[in-house]
């Protein structure tokens, strides 16, 4: 990984620095990164970072019951430790910006002075999920696939606003309860030991939050309520559908709803399929492909993404 540094004080005492440009993750010469926090974020930078030219050598973790552990064959540490082990750089798998400073500040006085990253810089980085919906948006109308747009999970509406932006033209269902998981799904998560979800989750939102920020309301349709339940009486073909209802019961519907209605060429975009917060998102696509003989392409992003590609002739 070729990574030029500029180093920057963020407060609190740590210098972070920008990794300002990425020339992949291979690069020249042996790195050995560390990440701090062996939670969602610190293992979803571990699946962009860890290569067998660059490996991740250990989480280290401010918990002392996961000291001791190991997350894909890989140690986590106290602090302490994993600073004696010299990594080339140490990624801060941590969202909140107070804590980043805090530990930053912890790794300097336990000796550390190599370079630190925040998740965040990667996060920008790494906007995969949303590069990969343009160059999308673009094949479509250049193939001319028919179809409506859908987004299953919408809550503040930020992806679907870049949605119906990329696609003016074409009419945009959403779909989300606008009061966050609904209590069946959530059940599902527990008995099954998917997730941690809470019922009412993501419901800091409102239709009309979300209609505030469609660049064109007039062809966004909202179908509020729990799905698959508002996609009935539904008559409709979709070019491109966003699944992003983060649990295991409206992910596996949603695949069963859209993937037979949407046109040849069109694309299914699944957020969360390598997600360590939400393995049941995962789970589900695994168990429709499977029954259905279906491929899908994994996306190297933060949040694990997957593309599914529906095929056949018009
Ligand atoms: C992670 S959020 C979606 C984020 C959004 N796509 C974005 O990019 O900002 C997940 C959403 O799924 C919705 N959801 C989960 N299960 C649902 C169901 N069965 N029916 C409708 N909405 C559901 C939740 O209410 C929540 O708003």
Redesign the pocket.
């Known amino acids: 990984m070729i990574l030029v540094l500029c180093k920057c004080v963020l407060g609190g005492g740590a210098a972070f620095s920008s990794p300002a440009k990425f020339g992949g993750l291979g690069g020249s010469g042996l790195k050995q990164w560390m990440i701090f926090g062996a939670g969602q974020a610190g293992r979803a930078l571990y699946k962009l970072l860890h290569s067998g030219k660059s490996p991740v050598i250990a989480f280290a973790d401010s918990n002392p019951s996961l000291w001791g552990k190991t997350w894909d064959g890989v140690p986590i540490l106290p602090l302490e430790e994993a600073v004696r082990r010299r990594p080339s750089g140490i990624f801060l798998g941590i969202i909140n910006r107070e804590s980043c400073r805090e530990v930053g500040g912890q790794l300097r006085r336990a000796g550390y002075d190599g370079p630190l990253y925040q998740v965040s810089q990667l996060q920008n980085r790494f906007h995969i999920r949303l590069a990969t919906l343009r160059l999308m948006a673009e094949e479509l109308e250049s193939r001319a696939v028919p179809g409506a747009l859908a987004?299953?999970?919408?809550?503040?509406?930020?992806?679907?606003g870049e949605i119906n932006r990329l696609l003016p033209d074409r009419k945009l269902y959403l779909?989300?309860?606008?009061?966050?998981?609904?209590q069946?799904?959530v059940e599902k998560e527990r008995a099954e030991n998917h997730s941690q979800a809470q019922q009412g989750?993501?419901?800091d939102?409102s239709v009309e939050t979300v209609l505030g920020r469609m660049p064109h309301p007039e062809q966004v349709v909202l179908r509020k309520?729990?799905?698959?339940e508002?996609a009935r009486g539904l008559e409709e073909r979709f070019a491109l559908v966003?699944l992003?209802?983060?649990?295991y019961?409206?992910m596996y519907?949603g695949l069963s709803y859209f993937y037979p209605r949407l046109n040849p060429g069109g694309y299914l975009l699944l957020?969360?399929y390598n997600s360590a917060q939400y393995q049941g998102a995962g789970q589900a696509a695994r168990r429709y492909c499977e029954e259905n003989g279906i491929y899908l392409t994994p996306l190297c992003d933060i949040h694990g993404a997957a593309v599914l590609v529906k095929d056949g002739k018009r």
């Open positions: 987004e299953l999970g919408v809550y503040q509406g930020e992806f679907a779909f989300d309860t606008f009061e966050g998981f609904h069946r799904d989750d993501f419901s939102t309520g729990r799905f698959p508002t966003s992003d209802a983060d649990l019961l409206p519907e957020h969360d």
